[in-house]
């Protein structure tokens, strides 16, 4: 059993190695990291990798490459084999019992390479949580309420009530393209809403309202905003999905941010390295 201190040690060599191929292994690993359940498969891995591959094949390889070097730095062979060699993606993943779509291998990071991730600070930690399980986690401090508070709580998880309300009023369409659509756009929390107290959840500042494309970026990290409301996209972000989504470099708030916007605990969230 690899240790999450092994992974650590085997990462920082390797993350010192600024060939394309570290590049196209690590923003793979990230990619895994950042996947609903740390699952992938071998097609998203080709994306992550390098906008020129197409298909599955060299995202494949350059996995297994990538999980090769680490596992000579740990001195480990994978008991898993293929056509008489050890199938070294399991170095760091295991593979899923279902195959995608096209009969290609998911992949599902090893939770402590996830751990080393994070403790080395190439990635922002990802606890992801849907509304059943935040309110089921919260249900403690939404008893001692009243029954009307309890509801605006409530309900200010999924982006409703009074909360919504307020961020209407305030941004009155998309805080950056100024959609005026209110049915699509989002009342998403700058500090996730299990993090705050039961002021902090219906908050103004806490929030923006967003377009669904945006909201969905901000929300995983791949986007945030300065002091002065300019967009600032990950890294992890590439050039052609920053287009596909309707993103531009150049998107900023439409409002001026003020102290007590830029005070909030959430606002300017970690950003996907």
Sequence with gaps: MITVEQYKQALAELANDQSKLMQNGFAMLKANYRSPGRLISATRLSQAADESYTG????????????????????????????????????????????????????????????????????????????????????????ALSEKERSTYQKARIGQGQYRERLINYWGGCAVTGCQMHEVLIASHMKPW????????????????LAPNLDAVFDQGFITFDDNGQIILSPQLKPSNVSLLGIAED???????????????????????
């Design 194 to 209: 299990r993090e705050c107290n039961v002021q902090e959840t219906v908050d103004m500042p806490n929030g923006l309202l």
């Design 251 to 273: 998107m900023c708030l439409r409002k001026e941010l003020t102290d007590y916007h830029l005070n909030r605990p959430g606002f300017r969230g970690g950003l996907n390295s």
């Design 56 to 143: 599955h094949g060299p995202a494949n390889i350059q996995y297994g490459h990538f999980a090769r070097l680490i596992a000579s730095l740990l001195k480990y062979t994978p008991d898993v084999v293929a056509n008489d060699d050890p199938r070294w993606t399991y170095t760091l993943c295991t593979a899923h019992e279902h195959k995608d779509r096209n009969g290609h291998f998911q992949w599902i990071l090893r939770p402590e390479v996830a751990e080393a991730m994070e403790s080395l600070g190439m990635v922002d930690p990802i606890e992801a949580h849907d509304a059943l399980d935040d309110l089921q986690a919260m249900e403690e401090v939404a008893s």
